[in-house]
């Protein structure tokens, strides 16, 4: 019987981004397989943060993996979604969410299209230190929506976590 992790790829690792990978990590519930950002840099420094995934700065170079977090500021998604959409290895199942709480999961449109399940989860958490984020996060309200076949086991993954999850 295969114990084997989900793999997980994250797009944007800042503060967020860095520390929900980390605390999935920590809690054996994900591998954090790829970690996407503007420069190699910022993403050699999660990586040594989350302690696993390999560093990346390129769409294409992107692995396929059964689950995607969008972690990219709010006025990067549209974007994002459609560099995902265009040359990222997608699949039809993969899950693909991201935190915004000022946006839907319909931004996700494009990921969508290609039949992946979409969701928005937005932790109602401040997360201005990761450091102090993977200490605090446990009882953080976890609002979501999105596909039904998407909500389950993100809401698995964040009460995994500590998170007190909540259907908008």
Wanted: one cysteine or more.
């Amino acid at each position: 019987m295969s114990t084997a992790r989900p793999l997980i790829n994250i797009i944007g690792a800042g503060q967020l981004g860095q520390t929900l990978a980390r605390l999935w990590q920590d809690n054996q519930q994900l591998q954090v397989q790829q970690i996407l950002t503007r420069s190699l840099e910022s993403a050699q420094r999660a990586h040594q943060f989350i302690g696993s995934g390999e560093p990346c700065c390129r769409v294409s170079a992107l692995k396929p993996a059964q689950i995607w977090l969008i972690a990219t500021p709010d006025r990067e998604l549209t974007e994002t979604a459609s560099a995902l959409a265009h040359d990222a290895p997608i699949n039809s199942g993969d899950l693909v969410f991201h935190c915004s709480g000022a946006l839907s999961s319909e931004i996700l449109a494009p990921l969508q299209r290609l039949g992946a399940l979409t969701a928005s989860v937005h932790p109602i958490h401040s997360f201005a230190s990761p450091t102090s984020s993977i200490l605090s996060f446990h009882g953080s309200y976890c609002a979501s929506e999105g596909d039904y076949q998407a909500l389950a086991p993100l809401h698995e993954l964040f009460e995994g976590i500590g998170g007190r999850c909540f259907k908008l």
